[in-house]
């Protein structure tokens, strides 16, 4: 691949990519994520919840760090080197590209009409004029991206200050006060979902870090904004009794403001989804890193115009569908000493993204467990089965 970064360029120290891990906690999604939290359960329990949600993300996000950076090897090349170089990984690709153009989607539907909102235009004409500003500002590459999240967080923190000044802070009461078990486990994993796309492609901002202290360096740069911005959304929710901030500003008595910020808040998330795209779809297209580009932004403005910003939940559950299962998949073979063969691999995270499509459908709120849980038991059958069918062979090699 002509857009590939060259293997000798190693030894990068955790804040040269800390962009890239807080643009993903400080992003008005997680006001979304947040907010639905808090329209489900009460403020005092998120207090406990929200942090084990982050730790529980950060723990496995490191974990797939960890494992690139020893590899030296990139989301699609550990893709490869778990399926196989044929319709497996091209099926992971596949995943990663409409995941980038999901999020690409939500932002700029997001951001979009907040720009429709502020210049009077209508909304697909601003979802355009967003998507396109977000293309330009792919072209200045990876390592402009700590700058940019310092921008996206105080735009962000400021969009919650605007909300609160439109909305007042005369918070709803509780819906229930009653902490369940059921509903605190659809928390925890509502977080670990939300962060799960990155979690995968973690190792396309990992695997040229120094050592695995600076994995884990990132990771605390991911969880801590993480939870005091859950915090916000949370907080936003109950002060105006919604969590789709562009429609909240919509209806303030001045809205430029906001929404100003708000459009600026939506930059340092959204470029990793373009970098992850942009090394996921070549390798099913015939496209480099630009054209690759375009072709993200041209989806994410359809879905943009389409208001795909209002369906994010939904989309995280069918996301997270695929995803878990992959990811719980890629780690066992990297730590299993017998490793199943690429058959098996791909069958183990089909039949447990098959199970946690069947347990969305039947309405179960823990989709990611029941798919990761899956995958893992038949990881393990698997590779009980090589472990029994490779002894005598090797038996024989030793006499």
Known sequence: MSDAVPVHRTGIRWHQRAG????????????TVGGALAAN????????????????????????????????????????????????????NLVVALGAVGFVGFYVGLAGFAAATLLNLPGPV???????????????????????????????IVVAIFTFYSVGTAWAPDRTSSIEIAPSLWAILSIVNYGLFFALRSGDFSWDLDSDSEVVKAGLSLCLPLVVFLFIGALVYRAAGDYNI?????????????????????????????HSGGLAIPTFLPLGKRGSALLIVVFGFVFGALRFDRELLVFLDVLGAFIAPALAVMLLVAWLKNSPSRAATVSAWLLGSAAALFSKWQ???????????VSIAVMGVAAGWARLTTRPVQAEGQE
């Open 246 to 274: 562009a429609d909240i500003l919509s209806q303030s008595h001045s809205p430029w403001l906001g929404n100003l910020f708000l459009i600026i808040s939506v930059i340092a998330p959204v470029m990793s989804g373009f």
């Open 126 to 156: 601003g979802a355009l004029l967003v998507a396109a500003g977000l293309f330009v500002v792919n072209s200045a590459g990876l390592d402009r991206w700590n700058s940019l999240v310092w921008l996206t967080a105080i735009s962000t």
């Open 41 to 92: 359960l009460p403020l005092k329990s998120l207090l406990i919840l929200i942090p084990l949600g982050a730790l529980v993300l950060g723990g496995v996000t490191v974990a797939q760090a960890a494992v690139s950076r020893r590899r030296r090897e990139r989301s699609n090349e550990r893709a490869v080197s778990t399926f196989g170089n044929n319709i497996g990984s091209i099926f992971f």
């Open 363 to 373: 309405g179960e709120l823990s989709l990611v467990l029941v798919g990761a849980g």
């Open 20 to 31: 890239v891990w807080i643009g993903i906690g400080v992003g008005p999604g997680t006001f």
